[in-house]
């Protein structure tokens, strides 16, 4: 716990009580080390206080995705097949949903958080499972548009998992990440993988960067970056 005491102590110098608390709660899910199955415990724990820590003053990462993606198709938003990964208790979904889209699906290892995201009835069905190496329960080129928000974090989606990701989205369609920009160099797995792995799939053909772009106020006052590919 003396990495979490230090992280939240350095925060708390200029941030207020209920910041801290968001902080405290997003480290706890994502610490050093941590395996994908210690934090999906972390989450049944907090799922009933997710949303309340995680406000859209707080984290704007669900807005960041959803306007990306309504960029991408400006039109027949009703149409787009999208799947929303790791997508919580349904926040992306929600975003999506503002902006016109109609046909979302969602994807998340916690079942108490897809509680959450289903009764909020934006998505036409949820897949409780993980985004690894492993092969999805979902068909090639199923979808137009795949989008992850927060779901880049340690413990969380290993660099691989894009290879599946980008599997079941149909040629021509986008794939948007959306992550906390220090992650890229504090977490090992993709300060030592994420390079690498999109220059293969861009060096295969699977896909091509279309864009990265750095946001600021991402999470309060922490920059994200949005990447956007389009599958080849």
């Not at 208790?89 to 995201?117: H, N, Y």
């Not at 690498?196 to 864009?211: F, G, K, N, P």
């Amino acid at each position: 716990m003396s990495g979490l005491k230090s992280e939240v102590k350095r925060f708390a110098e200029t941030h207020c009580e209920e910041d801290v608390s968001a902080f405290k709660a997003c480290y706890n899910v994502g610490r050093p080390g941590m395996l994908p199955n210690e934090s999906t415990q972390q989450y049944h724990s907090w799922s009933s206080e997710y949303e309340q820590d995680l406000n859209p003053e707080r984290y704007r990462g669900p807005v960041i995705a959803a306007e990306s993606v309504a960029a991408f198709y400006p039109t027949h938003r009703d149409k787009v097949l999208i799947l929303d990964v790791a997508c919580g208790t349904g926040f992306v979904g929600q975003e999506l949903w503002k902006r016109g889209f109609r046909q979302i699906d969602g994807l998340d290892p916690c079942s108490s958080m897809l509680e959450r995201a289903r009764a909020k009835k934006v998505y036409r069905k949820e897949f409780c499972c993980y985004l690894n190496e492993k092969p999805l329960p979902i068909a090639d080129n199923a979808y137009d548009c795949a989008v992850m928000a927060g779901g880049m974090i340690e413990g969380h989606v290993p660099c691989s998992g894009l290879y599946q990701l980008a599997r079941v989205v149909k040629p021509g369609g986008l794939v948007c990440l959306v992550m906390r920009e220090e992650f890229l160099g504090h977490v090992e797995e993709y300060r030592a993988n994420l390079d690498t792995v999109i220059t293969d799939m861009e060096s295969r053909a699977i896909w091509r960067l279309a864009s990265r772009t750095v946001v600021p106020n991402y999470f309060i006052d922490k920059n994200g970056v949005v990447f956007n590919f389009v599958k080849c």
